[in-house]
């Protein structure tokens, strides 16, 4: 029997990342239930020559992170490149009026003070604040935490700028992307371009800490733009991929795991049982899965200490996830010329319409007017459709896991609380008149069109519970140290050779791949990686 130095479950972002680091000096198994790799990194044909990612397409926080900084270079040359605008994000409101954030800091200010006198300079302080405690807020998304590198940040910046202001950031940290828009924006229009952006981070815009996201998010989207997989999502696990098998690396797919194995003294590793009943053997697994799947399902005859036990009985789940996709004839043809640059375009009207669909959504209800995020691949992948047409992406992030009813009245929702295809296409029907108000002949235009509902999404990835994108609810009691337990520090499980990784873990969801880089370089220093 073959013994490995490591078997991962799952092959998302975080686990191939880790094995393309681990490769290189040992030897790694991964295995994925499904038949293919990728976890949400996923491409497909939406109509003959269109391709479409059905669920993750921004490569946003895999730029800003430390992984890409590292396997840039051996990515690109195993086939995997990526594409962006430069106007990674903007709003079209309900009244048709619209603003676009580009990528040049002065022109955004300059943009902001037209619409309201003092905005620009508001901006250009928001953002040099992140530009001056850039290294702490950026280390704490891509450090171990409680280790000596957090410590290390953390009296850096002391020393730089006095124990009070240090206090105070982490103070201001705290608002909620409400306050933080309404006393920093004069502008209503400004402040209907910022509020959805914590959603993108599994965070509401009422929470403590969703105004510091949001502020970061921004900062992130001006200096990075939001760059996608040129010819598909798909094209980063097949050059991850690449990059493990050229290390001698194995990936099995159609390889459901089963259980962790305990060794003789019943506490350390010696393997993975597969559903098949086929073991594997390692002293490590590393386990890219929500802590449900982890302590459930892979540790389920271990004896599970009391206060992890508790604490993931209280792991809770965010919001649903609803994914639309369009081949189109022709771009789209929006009433401001700019929007046909913008990777990811927003109808949403300021922070009272995304608070209101967050609440109808979290009360279980299908908002009356949802925020609706709308990517534009092809405006920087002209591979992804043929000559002259279009994909639209779009994502709804606010819908009910369980459906109590419709907050406009007009859909029926079925006394189970399950979504239906009936519910699915209903409510993408009220999506799509929302882009039809703006483009008349919006409809026209349409070649096909795919709707992925919550429940659909979770068919696809096991992660995703109740179509949570984020594998776990975002809120500070589930964030930072407390993710995905209190009990738990970092990537460490209470079972020596187990290391959880993933969007459950720090530094959270997204497509960053730093959870699976963190334990990979504490397992295997001495990569060049």
């Known amino acids: 029997m073959a013994i490995y130095d490591h078997i991962i479950i799952g092959s998302g972002i975080n686990a191939l990342v880790c094995a393309a680091v681990l490769s290189e000096r040992q030897t790694v198994l991964v295995v994925e239930r499904e038949g293919e790799i990728g976890g949400t990194m996923r491409s497909d044909t939406l109509a003959p020559g269109f391709t479409y990612d059905p669920m993750a397409a921004t490569f946003l926080l895999f730029h800003a992170g430390p992984a890409f900084g590292a396997l840039e270079g051996p ?8 594409s962006t605008t430069q106007s990674p994000t903007g709003v079209l409101t309900r009244e ?11 022109e955004n200010a300059a943009r902001f003070d037209a619409l309201h006198p003092g905005d620009g300079a508001a901006y250009l302080a928001e953002m040099g604040d992140i530009d001056a405690n850039a290294e702490l807020l950026f280390g704490l998304l891509g450090t171990t935490l409680l280790s000596g590198k957090t410590a290390q940040l953390l009296a850096k910046s002391a020393i730089k700028s006095g124990i009070g202001a240090v206090k105070a950031l982490i103070g201001e940290a705290l608002i909620s992307n409400r306050r933080r828009l309404q006393t920093t924006y004069g502008s209503d229009l400004v402040e209907a371009l910022f509020a959805p952006w914590p959603l993108h981070a599994g965070l ?4 403590p800490f969703s105004g510091k996201m949001g502020a970061v998010m921004a900062y992130a989207l001006e200096g990075i733009g939001a760059p996608i997989a040129t010819g598909g999502a798909a094209k980063v696990p097949e050059a991850l991929k690449t990059l493990i098998e050229k290390n001698d690396g194995i990936i099995r797919t159609n390889a459901d795991a089963d259980e962790i194995i305990p060794g003789t003294d019943g506490r350390d590793v010696a393997g993975l ?5 086929e073991a594997l053997s390692a002293p490590s697994v590393i386990c890219c899965v929500t802590p449900t799947q982890l302590y459930g399902r892979l540790l389920r005859n271990w004896d599970i200490p009391a206060p992890v036990a508790r604490g993931v009985a209280r792991y809770g789940y965010g919001k649903g996830n609803m994914q639309i996709h369009y081949a189109l004839e022709r771009p789209v043809a929006w009433p401001d010329a700019a929007l046909g640059d913008v990777q990811l375009l927003h109808l949403a009207d300021g922070i009272d319409s995304v608070s209101k669909a967050t609440n109808e959504a979290e009360r279980g209800l299908l908002p009356e007017r949802p925020t609706v995020c709308i990517g534009q691949p092809t405006a920087a992948d002209k591979s992804r459709a043929p000559e002259g047409k279009a994909v ?15 907050a406009a009245g007009e859909i029926e929702t079925p006394a189970d609380g399950r979504w239906t295809e009936a ?19 919006f409809q026209d235009t349409i070649i096909a069109r795919k709707a992925y509902a919550p429940h659909d999404l979770e068919a696809m990835n096991m992660n995703l519970v109740g179509g949570d994108p984020y594998a776990g609810w975002c809120g500070l009691d589930q964030f930072f ?16 050779g187990v290391h959880h990784i993933g969007a459950s873990t720090h530094p959270g969801p997204g497509l960053s791949g730093t959870s699976g880089w963190l334990v990979a370089k504490a397992l295997q220093p001495r990569a060049r990686w």
């Open 75 to 82: 990515l690109a040359r195993a086939g995997a490149t990526f």
């Open 423 to 441: 519910v699915r296409e209903a409510y993408a029907d009220r999506v799509e008149a929302m882009i039809a108000a703006h483009v008349p002949d």
């Open 96 to 106: 048709g009026r619209a603003l676009v954030l580009g990528k040049d800091r002065a």
């Open 481 to 496: 140290v407390f993710r995905p337990l209190p009990t738990q520090t970092n990537h460490k499980t209470f079972v020596p």
């Open 273 to 277: 049982r597969l559903v098949n009943g």
């Open 204 to 207: 509401n815009p009422e929470q």
């Open 392 to 406: 639209l992406w779009l994502q709804l992030p606010e819908c009910p896991r369980t459906l109590k009813g419709d």
